[in-house]
């Protein structure tokens, strides 16, 4: 897990949050992503090496105009905490994410060369209210899934936001 303490990149620090310093434009869109390891392989076993690859996904998301208030996940999964840019989709986030991950994590050994994510993702928004709870439900991943599979906490989320999905693919 990596929790970004400074998001920068045009943000002021007010004692009621983070607002955008732009003359127009304010955009105030908190997104959770989760996403898994193809067929949920533990590419992301080493905790050092998980460690990384959330930095990682931190740094993408920066380029990409998306701040990453806190990234997470285990062996299997990664969770994400993002403030949406202005000007960019939750599609082209995920695919940048996953495109530029995928390139640097498999020039990490040899034995990565095969890593993938799994071609889905989940995107939940997140009310300003409920960041903190968010953030603490990311930091503690590795708690969570002592006693809860990654399957069955998909389930759980998409449930709880009234999301139907066919699970005839959803496993890759």
């Known amino acids: 897990m990596v929790n970004i ?3 920068g990149r045009g943000r002021v620090l007010h004692s009621q949050g983070y ?35 959330h930095r990682y996904l931190g740094g993408i998301a920066g380029r990409v105009d998306c701040d990453p208030l806190i990234v997470g996940g285990v062996e299997d999964h990664v969770h994400l905490l993002l403030h949406m840019g202005r000007t960019v989709a939750i599609a082209e986030v995920v695919r940048e994410l996953k495109r530029g991950s995928t390139k640097w994590i498999r020039e990490q050994s040899p ?53 139907a999905a066919d699970e005839t693919y959803m496993w890759e």
């Open 19 to 53: 607002n955008w310093v732009v003359a127009h434009s304010f955009s105030g869109v908190y997104v959770h992503v989760i996403f898994s390891t193809k067929n949920r392989q533990p590419f992301l076993k080493n905790e050092d090496f998980r460690q990384d690859v």
């Open 111 to 163: 034995v990565l060369r095969r890593f993938q994510w799994q071609s889905g993702y989940v995107a939940i928004s997140v009310s300003f209210r409920e960041i903190s709870g968010v953030r603490t439900y990311i930091a503690n991943q590795a708690e969570h899934h002592s006693r809860r599979s990654f399957q069955d906490e998909y389930r759980a989320i998409l449930k709880k936001h009234g999301i």
């Open 5 to 7: 303490s400074d998001p």
